[in-house]
């Protein structure tokens, strides 16, 4: 009999060491799940706004995705999300940059004279084109197969902008420099309405041109009935600039020859975002960063963390 509650102690002894920790594990399981929920919820209240955006043929920085912070944050239920979404047209595609544009990229963003720029502007092509033949300073298979451990050269389109890590000259302080200026989403128009001072000049922009160009973003056409410092027709930016603040014909060239090569643009498709979600007084996040494609309603990128 004795032994019989002896034994019997210690199998509840040995359930209750093996019980606990796998209840603590499901609940805290369990509060993942939740946050993770209430970071998905972010992410569907992004996509609704982008969704319900009234301008869609033109996009600023004063739209309500951008601007509007009771979209950002919000409680639900026994927690809350934040979540904040920035346009990738106002960024660098690395996918379908020029050589001149990628080339401005490193010597502006990464501080890289114009030989170091030159340089790895060549490498980049040579990732992402199809054909072997490398650029004048750019490296194909000859030169990674050389690698511990070797790989194979692309020739196809960047996925991730941490793709550049694999093209040869990149480092890590590169890398710093530009990834917040770089992207892989979009044709390759950069929204001059979204766009910062530092991916203009990266343009071909003078900074006079940058200056004229933010001024008019900041204080827009007054006595007009444009949209107040908004550009509402890529066609028309060069003379809607000039009627405003005034251009010289080097200016207007300027910018007229950007967007005959297919770099400049009023509107926005791709939209990054990142949602948090947390539970009230309980330690610990749960985060997606997303890529939405508001024009083909599709989710291009998600991760979980």
Not at 22 to 28: M, N, S, T, Y
Not at 197 to 221: H, N, Y
């Amino acid at each position: 009999m004795l032994w019989s509650l002896f034994f019997l102690s210690a199998l509840a002894v040995a359930i209750r060491i093996y019980v606990e920790p796998q209840l603590d594990l499901a609940g805290r399981l369990n509060r993942k799940a939740a946050m993770y929920y209430l970071a998905a919820a972010g992410v569907k209240r992004a996509v609704l706004e982008l969704e319900n955006d009234e301008t869609t043929d033109f996009d600023a920085l004063s739209d309500l995705w951008s601007d509007d912070k009771t979209i950002h944050e919000m409680a639900l239920g026994e927690g809350n999300f934040s979540v904040g979404i920035v346009d990738e047209e106002r960024k660098i595609n690395i996918n379908k940059a020029s050589k001149e544009i990628l080339k401005n990229l490193f010597e502006i963003a990464a501080e890289l004279d114009s030989d170091e720029a030159g340089a790895l502007a060549d490498t980049v092509i040579d990732w992402r084109d199809e054909d072997d033949d490398p650029g004048d300073e750019g490296a194909e298979d000859w030169y990674y197969s050389t690698l511990h451990p070797p790989y194979s050269c692309k020739n196809a389109d960047f996925e991730t902008i941490e793709e550049l890590f694999l093209v040869k000259g990149v480092t890590h302080e590169i890398f710093d420099c530009v990834r917040d200026l770089i992207t892989v989403y979009g044709d390759g128009a950069v929204n001059i309405n979204t766009a910062d001072e530092k991916v203009l000049r990266i343009l071909g922009m003078e900074e006079e041109l940058v200056e004229k160009i933010l001024q008019f973003r900041q204080e827009g056409a007054y006595g007009t009935e444009e949209y107040e410092g908004i550009f509402t027709s890529a066609e028309h930016i060069a003379s809607v600039l000039d009627s405003a603040i005034g251009l010289s014909a080097t200016e207007i060239n300027r910018i007229n020859r950007i967007f005959g090569m297919g770099f400049l643009t009023v509107v926005s498709d791709n939209f990054m975002g990142n949602s948090i979600g947390k539970l009230t007084e309980i330690d610990g996040i749960a985060s997606v960063t997303f890529v939405y494609n508001r024009k083909d309603k599709t989710m291009n990128y998600w991760r979980e963390r």
